[in-house]
């Protein structure tokens, strides 16, 4: 029986990639943020969980606000980016920010990992999402949540065609 499963596997095709890397489309692989590609960029990397899509991020010296504490502005774009994951994953290819909200729970200090995860709430029609994120550092003290918006649009309608 053994040997039947080895042979049979052996001439399956290659397993698909895993979803996470559906999560990092070509266009976004140099993005700032969430760019596995990119140099000077965070390379957070993104992977469902379920219906949820998370995310772990270990804020270091480049990525401070006041002192010792995380810039409040990157954890709110890398909130950005998790949205947009959720309009992904549901196999839309392009979703733009129509709105976001972030509000701060508690300091987020260097050097320890936060850990994100966000859900979609409602889709309206076929464009447009509502989503909630939150953030955690270790121990479960919760950090920032997040509200945003996204809207489908064709890549026509982006500079250059998309």
Not at 117 to 135: K, M
């Amino acid at each position: 029986m053994a040997a039947s499963r080895r042979s049979e596997a052996g001439r399956r095709r290659p397993a698909r990639p895993p979803a996470r890397l559906a999560l990092h489309p070509a266009p976004l692989a140099e993005g700032v943020i969430c760019g596995p590609e990119s140099r000077t960029g965070l390379r957070v990397r993104f992977r469902r969980w379920g219906d949820a899509v998370v995310a772990s991020f270990t804020p270091g010296a480049l990525h401070q606000g006041y002192r010792g504490l995380m810039s409040g502005g990157l954890l709110a774009a890398i909130f950005d980016c998790l949205h947009y994951r959720l309009a992904l994953v549901r196999g839309v290819v392009l979703a733009v920010t129509a709105r976001i909200e972030v509000d701060y729970r508690a300091p987020v200090p260097l050097g320890r990992p936060v850990r994100f995860e966000a859900r979609l709430v409602s889709r309206r029609g076929r464009r447009v999402f509502d989503t909630r994120a939150v953030a955690r550092l270790h121990g479960g003290t919760l950090a920032a949540e997040s509200r945003a918006i996204y809207v489908e649009i064709p890549p026509s309608r982006l500079p250059g065609g998309g």
